[in-house]
């Protein structure tokens, strides 16, 4: 079974430029979740969507958005960039909305704005 | 809010030998999740667990649910176990929110 997948692996902007990153869950998984790791600090939550809608979003500027689509693939959408955006990304996927359970996390994309 | 704590940041062990690293919450939860991030990025999880303990090869977690407090051993450590070590909690019913982190690294 394929686990989650994310792509691009890498990717380079330049400064205002807009970014997509995408992740598909793993089949079955209704939950998707995107995290960003910037460098040396820890894993912050972006964005949470189920079943197609947004759940939750954490402290990020409107320019960071994203999408689920009907087959629970989901995309994230960085706007205007700034430096300080460059980080990895990581989403994950669980197989309901509790907390409680597992998560599975894709490789990441790792973002550089110069 | 709840706030999470890792400790040691930093640790470096010879192989063979019995590592453990803690994490405490300040917030009463549901259940607390044990993550492994390997050099490049990729993140595993290893634990979920909402009380007692949980083992899993030469990994264990433990968690004690009244001191806000869970802690990951490995025994017999190996230089494959060189990693991040990432614990996460709910707050609220719609986000985790994560440690810092501890680096491990394991000398052959």
């Known amino acids: 079974e394929a686990g989650v997948t994310q792509s691009p692996t890498h990717l380079i902007k330049t400064r205002g430029q807009q970014a997509t990153l995408r992740c598909s869950p793993i089949?079955?998984?209704?939950?998707v979740y995107w995290y960003q790791q910037a460098l040396g600090l820890g894993l912050q939550f972006l964005l949470w969507y189920d079943e197609g809608e947004e759940r939750n979003r954490g402290n990020f500027p409107p320019r960071f958005s994203g999408r689920q689509f009907p087959n629970y693939s989901s995309e994230l959408n960085v706007n205007a960039l700034e430096l300080e955006d460059s980080a990895l990304y990581l989403c994950?996927?669980?197989?309901?909305?509790?907390?409680?359970?597992?998560?599975?996390f894709g490789s990441g994309t790792q973002l550089s704005v110069l | 809010k709840n706030e999470v704590e890792q400790s040691p940041q930093n640790l470096t062990a010879q192989e063979g030998e019995f590592i453990t690293i803690n994490c405490s919450y300040s917030?009463?939860?549901?259940?607390l999740h044990w993550l492994q991030q390997h050099p490049g990025g990729g993140i595993v999880s290893l634990f979920m667990?909402?009380?007692g303990k949980k083992k899993h090869g030469r990994l264990i977690a433990t968690i004690n649910i009244q001191e806000k407090h869970s802690s990951l051993h490995i025994t017999a450590s190996h230089p494959r176990d060189s990693a991040v070590y990432i614990c996460a909690v709910p707050e609220g019913a719609q986000k985790l929110v994560f440690g810092q982190g501890t680096r491990l690294t394991i000398n052959p």
């Open positions: 917030v009463g939860i549901s259940a």
């Open positions: 089949s079955g998984h209704t939950s």
């Open positions: 667990l909402s009380s």
């Open positions: 994950a996927s669980s197989l309901g909305i509790s907390l409680s359970e597992k998560l599975f």
